[in-house]
């Protein structure tokens, strides 16, 4: 066994793992990680490739603060709002925010977690591939780890462990087992299969660049976000049973003629659909809610590890991202009390991240089945002809979560008023003109006090 005194061991080097190691080296801390994979920097990997994350301000100030953001830059693509394909081929766009300043931006998983490994490892920190967790004593901080290739398993010892190790966390595995420990999954009866839209000839967009495309088909959706290189990282969600699902599509022909009839826009786009879609393996997805999301001063869970989300509102990743933030400014108020960190990091952060699960559940529905409503649509017109109006009051619940780092908790309840209010005077008009606006003023000033920007 080898012993480590003052280490801080991080399990995962998925995407919050570096960027913690890279605050906490900063704080004069020294880390070690711990990931499963081999080098992505190395070796090919498939699953996961050519996923696309959009990320928001949440996301970007903890990277801006890690002093990461400005290079990044390079590798984003900022996305105005969303681009609806209807089944006829008809588009139809959706701004996210109010401006060109309020943009979501679009990046390839697998290039933000390269720059974050490359930005760890140039500070000193040294990441042990194929080393996978295998348990804990939570106790004594002993970690046992086994080496992926041979299957071999040796004991380090830890003197504080945080567990980024996503969604199915060996960590919390351990928890699990210890007595009072709450923990629920809740999978969605819907998959996801990951396919690609190749750059148009000399590298441009085949699509318009700067959206969000989504293909939204009632109970299920195609979606599409750019990528530098002029391709589109595409995902398909569909259930895995029943009418419209995965199950049903069991052949090359299957897949194109669903694909030709849901989505013919995108077919044409596509010259490796089929060889994409038997390539690349169906994913689940599950939201978890789990606590205590520590044990004594010793071990912590972080991000997905704590609480995954399912993907519709964009904001897993600026959620685990956000978590760094908040547990570094706690590390900066009581120094490296870790039990009183860690506590205080569970008190701050549990219901905000139980308000955003149901958000991204709620935002999948959204997403499937209302943006190709012309009702939906107007309702969202509306809340921008409100925010207008009442910038400190009326914020839309998008904005709120995307644009603002007010408190998931805040979108959360804000935004039920906000949708019943909406509800009432949106009821019988059609146009922004008709908007009954002393009763507008009435319901805002009576139930919106307020709201602290930052
Ligand atoms: C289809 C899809 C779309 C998404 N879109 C968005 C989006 O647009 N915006 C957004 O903000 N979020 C999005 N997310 C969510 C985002 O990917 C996750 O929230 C984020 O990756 C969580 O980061 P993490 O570091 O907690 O976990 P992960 O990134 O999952 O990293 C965990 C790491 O731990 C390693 N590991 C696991 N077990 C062990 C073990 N036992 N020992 C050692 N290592 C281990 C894994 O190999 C991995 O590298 C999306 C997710 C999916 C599936």
């Given at each position: 066994?080898?012993?480590?005194?003052g280490?801080i061991?991080l399990i995962g080097?998925?995407?919050?793992?570096?960027?913690?190691?890279?605050e906490?080296?900063k704080?004069?801390f020294?880390?070690?990680?711990y990931?499963?994979r081999a080098?992505?920097r190395?070796?090919q990997m498939?699953?996961?490739?050519?996923i696309?994350?959009?990320?928001s301000v949440r996301?970007?100030?903890a990277?801006?603060?890690?002093?990461?953001?400005n290079?990044?830059?390079?590798i984003?693509?900022?996305?105005k709002?969303?681009m609806?394909?209807?089944?006829t081929?008809?588009?139809?766009f959706?701004?996210y925010?109010?401006?060109e300043s309020?943009?979501?931006?679009s990046?390839?998983?697998?290039d933000?977690?390269?720059?974050?490994?490359?930005?760890?490892?140039?500070r000193?920190?040294?990441?042990?591939?194929?080393?996978?967790?295998?348990?804990?004593d939570?106790?004594?901080?002993v970690?046992?780890?086994?080496?992926?290739?041979?299957g071999e398993?040796?004991?380090?010892?830890?003197d504080?462990?945080?567990g980024?190790?996503?969604?199915a966390s060996?960590?919390r595995?351990?928890?699990?087992k210890?007595?009072r420990?709450?923990?629920?999954?809740?999978?969605l009866?819907?998959?996801?299969?990951?396919?690609?839209i190749?750059a148009a000839?000399g590298g441009?967009h085949?699509?318009?660049?700067?959206a969000?495309?989504?293909?939204?088909?009632?109970?299920?959706?195609?979606?599409?976000l750019?990528n530098v290189?002029?391709?589109?990282?595409?995902?398909l969600?569909l259930?895995?049973?029943?009418?419209?699902?995965?199950e049903q599509l069991p052949t090359?022909?299957?897949?194109l003629e669903?694909?030709?009839?849901?989505f013919p826009d995108a077919r044409a786009l596509?010259?490796d659909?089929?060889?994409?879609?038997?390539?690349?393996?169906?994913?689940?997805?599950?939201t978890?809610?789990?606590s205590?999301?520590?044990?004594?001063?010793k071990?912590l869970?972080?991000?997905?590890a704590a609480?995954?989300?399912?993907?519709?509102?964009g904001?897993?990743?600026?959620?685990?991202?956000e978590?760094?933030?908040?547990?570094?400014e706690?590390?900066?108020?009581h120094?490296?009390?870790?039990?009183k960190?860690?506590s205080?990091f569970e008190?701050?952060?549990?219901?905000n991240t139980?308000a955003?699960a149901?958000?991204?559940i709620?935002?999948?529905?959204?997403?499937r089945?209302?943006?190709?409503d012309?009702?939906?649509?107007?309702?969202?017109?509306?809340?921008?002809a409100?925010?207008e109006k009442y910038p400190q009051r009326?914020v839309?619940?998008?904005?709120?979560?995307t644009?603002l780092?007010?408190?998931?908790t805040?979108?959360?309840?804000r935004?039920?008023?906000?949708?019943?209010?909406?509800t009432?005077?949106c009821?019988?008009?059609?146009?922004?003109?008709?908007?009954?606006?002393k009763k507008?003023?009435?319901?805002?000033?009576?139930?919106?006090?307020?709201?602290e920007?930052?």
């Amino acid at each position: 066994m080898t012993q480590k005194t003052g280490t801080i061991t991080l399990i995962g080097a998925g995407l919050t793992g570096p960027l913690l190691a890279l605050e906490l080296v900063k704080r004069g801390f020294q880390v070690e990680i711990y990931e499963r994979r081999a080098d992505m920097r190395r070796v090919q990997m498939s699953a996961g490739r050519s996923i696309n994350l959009a990320l928001s301000v949440r996301g970007i100030h903890a990277l801006t603060q890690a002093g990461l953001w400005n290079d990044m830059q390079k590798i984003v693509i900022p996305m105005k709002g969303r681009m609806m394909h209807s089944a006829t081929s008809e588009i139809t766009f959706q701004p996210y925010g109010r401006n060109e300043s309020e943009v979501i931006n679009s990046i390839s998983r697998a290039d933000l977690n390269i720059a974050l490994m490359n930005a760890v490892e140039e500070r000193g920190v040294k990441i042990h591939f194929q080393k996978r967790c295998s348990g804990i004593d939570l106790k004594s901080g002993v970690l046992e780890l086994q080496e992926e290739k041979t299957g071999e398993t040796h004991s380090v010892a830890a003197d504080v462990v945080i567990g980024c190790d996503g969604s199915a966390s060996a960590i919390r595995g351990e928890m699990l087992k210890r007595s009072r420990f709450n923990f629920s999954q809740q999978y969605l009866d819907y998959g996801y299969k990951e396919l690609t839209i190749p750059a148009a000839p000399g590298g441009k967009h085949a699509l318009e660049k700067n959206a969000l495309h989504i293909w939204p088909r009632g109970n299920y959706m195609l979606i599409a976000l750019p990528n530098v290189d002029g391709t589109f990282a595409c995902i398909l969600f569909l259930p895995f049973e029943g009418k419209d699902s995965f199950e049903q599509l069991p052949t090359r022909a299957a897949v194109l003629e669903f694909f030709q009839l849901q989505f013919p826009d995108a077919r044409a786009l596509m010259p490796d659909l089929v060889d994409n879609f038997f390539a690349n393996p169906v994913g689940s997805m599950v939201t978890i809610r789990c606590s205590p999301w520590y044990f004594e001063g010793k071990a912590l869970l972080l991000g997905d590890a704590a609480h995954a989300i399912v993907p519709f509102f964009g904001q897993g990743i600026n959620c685990g991202f956000e978590d760094c933030t908040v547990l570094m400014e706690l590390l900066g108020q009581h120094g490296a009390d870790w039990n009183k960190v860690f506590s205080e990091f569970e008190r701050a952060r549990k219901e905000n991240t139980d308000a955003i699960a149901d958000l991204a559940i709620e935002n999948f529905v959204e997403m499937r089945d209302r943006v190709g409503d012309p009702r939906f649509l107007f309702r969202k017109k509306m809340e921008f002809a409100l925010q207008e109006k009442y910038p400190q009051r009326f914020v839309p619940k998008y904005s709120m979560v995307t644009f603002l780092r007010v408190p998931y908790t805040t979108a959360l309840k804000r935004g039920q008023v906000q949708d019943r209010m909406l509800t009432e005077l949106c009821e019988h008009i059609d146009r922004i003109d008709d908007l009954d606006w002393k009763k507008a003023e009435r319901l805002v000033d009576s139930e919106l006090s307020p709201l602290e920007l930052q």
